[in-house]
């Protein structure tokens, strides 16, 4: 596993620790997550690929944010029960942190500089937002929830993609069957 984000601390929805080192050898989606948003039924597709692919080395790991309108305002225990109750989420998911800004948790800080670009059309989410009149970040930052880094089993990421890839989109499945191939 990559150095640089193998060893980074991290928190797990529960409290327990963990770091992506103790995931080694898979291959990781990592994703954020908000319960408030219109992306929320992602987290539907996000289980079935989880549950379709983990035996063949594919894991999942959430990683709930509010940096985006405010979108995740659940404490830990809280995100825990809505993901089990709504979607019964089985797997991986960490404690609350920010993704974006100059707050983000170091495991994004390295996501970010690993992959400053994103698969999907992020130009065109960029302008769905202003619609709403937001202000979206630019690339290398995350632009919204639900955006995915994929992670190979070497611990290298390989692919980033925008919010706007489902669970279910062909490049998404291509990507990470390439990586369960390796």
């Not at 170091?106 to 937002?129: H, I, M, S």
């Not at 202003?130 to 970040?137: A, V």
């Amino acid at each position: 596993m990559a150095d640089t984000i193998a060893a980074i601390p991290l928190t797990r929805l529960d409290g327990g620790s963990d770091k992506l080192a103790d995931h080694a050898g898979q291959v990781l989606l990592v994703v954020n997550v908000a319960s408030k948003c219109g992306l929320t039924p992602q987290y539907e597709g996000l289980e079935k690929l989880y549950k379709s692919y983990k035996d063949k080395g594919l894991e999942v790991l959430g990683f709930p944010a509010n940096d985006f309108g405010a979108q995740e305002p659940g404490t830990n225990e809280e995100i825990a029960e809505f993901c089990s109750a709504n979607y019964g989420v089985s797997f991986p998911m960490f404690a609350k942190a920010d993704v974006t800004g100059p707050a983000k948790q170091p495991l994004y800080a390295a996501l970010t500089k690993a992959v400053p670009e994103k698969q999907g059309d992020a130009a065109g989410w960029r302008e769905r937002l202003r619609g709403y009149g937001m202000t979206p970040t630019e690339d290398p930052e995350v632009l919204w929830n639900f955006e995915k880094f994929l992670i190979g089993r070497d611990g290298q990421a390989v692919a980033r993609f925008s919010p706007a890839i489902t669970p279910d989109d062909p490049a998404l499945i291509a990507a990470i069957e390439g990586e369960l191939a390796k």
